[in-house]
């Protein structure tokens, strides 16, 4: 199914047999460019050498070029149609999935999708100046390829606004480029979405573990029986693999690096020399996690089961899963908090899955830690990284208003002050990180503080020139 560039909207749908849609998008495709100038990178490039996708299919969504970055080819592709698709959970399970959006059900779509739509322009204003601080011309590429891919998503959620939404789609379209990461009068609209990106850390922890929460949350509206969602965030789920590869091996690196250094000067405090310490590296990794758990909702949302219930959004891997996908009768444990103590409570299975579902990212989360504990390991190290309780700093659902310690133990306020800077990185932590930010433009060569790549992008060497500054 190959995508037909020599349309102004690339796209699969057949736009050009839909002249008032194509008339709609093209009118909102000026806003975009103009945004993508404004609020997209800050740093100047002739050329990038980036992935555009071409076809839909498993071989041809993959072509790779120097481009100019403004001239990216945004568009509109959706995963191939399956005909005999139908709903896989719910109460109207087993019924053919739906073509267009059922009244009683529109509010709650287009909540979902403005919502989803929402975060991909978000994490592009985060890291906007990232680029000014690469620490090499093969991560400065990879920043782009994220960049460029997130504003095809929002391409992805503004079609499906403009096809089935009506005019409050066409608004709510315009208003995803209204709102701004960390505007105070207009922000964006799920809280990790307004935090800063300031440096290269906080960018591949964003993208190990913020990024990681977008996988989950298009797995389960690639659930959703309301098939042009589903095939969309399909295919976006292909690009988002490579987001988080860039935040697994970013944090690889900068952890590789870190223990090189401590071996060569037989000390934990590597930032004289350069380094990141690894109590840092943790306090990163408490920060992104906890701020990124916040992503999934409250432990217990009726919002989740009634979404669930009319088919809207799915559980992780639906088809998958060993029980009758209504669940009506389940049950699930889901944290409380009883008599001053972290404790568990049984409620219903449907209430709970925005729990479920953050219990399977968690568990995908670990296979980072393991990953980055091997390479402390195999390096000779002792020290080790772990993942924070899951009440840990947290600002949305049960533990909201609690102070929970990274061991999982509830403690007051006053304890929580004293610890904060110990748990969390400090002013001095980041002061640190950001002093290490300088740019290193010339093929092949790296900053100090992270370790170089295993290979480059595409089968293409790692002294590659793949980002033409202008
Ligand atoms: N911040 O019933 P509850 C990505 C609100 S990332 C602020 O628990 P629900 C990406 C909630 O709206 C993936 N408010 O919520 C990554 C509700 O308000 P109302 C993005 C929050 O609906 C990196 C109230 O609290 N996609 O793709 O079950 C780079 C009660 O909450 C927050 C999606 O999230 C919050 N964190 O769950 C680029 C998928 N959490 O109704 C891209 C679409 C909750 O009382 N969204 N609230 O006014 C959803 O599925 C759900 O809306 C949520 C929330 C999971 C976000």
Redesign the pocket.
């Known amino acids: 199914m190959s995508i037909d560039y020599s349309e102004k909207i690339p796209n699969n749908v057949d736009l050009a047999g839909d002249r008032r849609l194509q008339r709609a998008l093209e009118s909102w495709q000026p806003n975009f460019i103009n945004w993508w100038k404004t609020m997209g990178p800050a740093v100047p490039t002739e050329d990038v050498y980036l992935r555009t996708a071409v076809a839909v299919g498993r071989e041809g969504w993959a072509h790779f070029d120097h481009v100019v970055m403004e001239d990216y080819r945004w568009g509109v592709f959706l995963a191939e149609r399956n005909s005999d698709r139908r709903i896989a959970f719910g109460e109207q399970k087993g019924e053919p999935v739906w073509q267009q959006v059922p009244g009683e059900y529109r509010a709650d779509l287009q909540?979902?999708?403005v919502?989803?739509g929402?975060?991909?322009p978000?994490?592009v204003e985060q890291q906007r100046r990232l680029g000014e601080t690469a620490p090499s011309l093969y991560d400065l590429r990879n920043l782009f390829q994220?960049n460029v891919e997130?504003g095809r998503?929002l391409w992805a959620m503004v079609y499906l606004l403009h096809a089935y939404f009506g005019r409050a789609g066409r608004e709510e379209a315009e208003a995803l480029l209204q709102r701004n990461s960390g505007d105070l009068d207009s922000p964006r609209?799920?809280?990790?979405?307004n935090e800063e990106t300031p440096d290269w850390l906080s960018f591949f922890m964003?993208?190990y573990f913020?990024?990681?929460?977008?996988?989950?949350?298009?797995g389960?509206?690639k659930e959703s029986a309301f098939d042009p969602l589903s095939r969309t965030c399909e295919f976006?789920l292909k690009e988002?693999a490579h987001?988080m590869f860039v935040g697994t091996t970013g944090v690889d690196r900068v952890v590789a690096r870190t223990a090189e250094l401590m071996r060569e000067h037989d000390t934990e405090d590597v930032a004289p020399h350069g380094g990141i310490p690894l109590d840092v590296i943790q306090k990163y990794v408490n920060f992104h996690y906890s701020v990124s758990l916040?992503?999934?909702?409250?432990?217990?949302?009726?919002?989740?089961a009634n979404?669930f219930t009319a088919g809207l959004?799915g559980r992780w891997q639906e088809e998958r899963r060993k029980d009758d996908h209504v669940l009506t009768e389940d049950g699930r444990d889901v944290e409380t908090i009883r008599d001053d103590a972290i404790t568990t409570e049984q409620v219903s299975a449907l209430v709970a899955?925005?729990h479920d579902?953050r219990t399977e990212y968690v568990a995908d989360c670990q296979t980072g830690m393991k990953r980055w504990n091997r390479v402390l390991e195999n390096a000779g190290i002792d020290r080790r990284l772990s993942l924070p309780h899951v009440g840990f700093n947290r600002?949305?659902?049960l533990f909201a208003g609690h102070h929970v310690t990274p061991a999982g133990e509830l403690v007051g306020p006053d304890v929580w002050e004293a610890n904060r800077d110990r748990w969390l990185p400090s002013e001095g932590d980041k002061t640190h990180v950001r002093s290490l930010m300088r740019p290193v433009y010339e093929p092949g060569k790296m900053a100090a503080w992270i370790a170089p790549p295993m290979k480059g992008i595409n089968d293409k060497p790692v002294d590659y020139e793949y980002v033409h500054l202008a």
Do not use: C, P, W
Request: avoid cysteine; aromatic fraction near 10%.
């Open positions: 909540r979902l999708i919502i989803q929402d975060t991909e978000a994490s994220v997130e998503h609209i799920l809280g990790a979405f964003f993208t913020t990024d990681r929460d977008g996988k989950y949350q298009l389960t509206l976006m988002e987001h916040d992503l999934f909702g409250s432990e217990k949302s009726t919002n989740a979404y959004k899955l925005n579902l600002h949305v659902g």
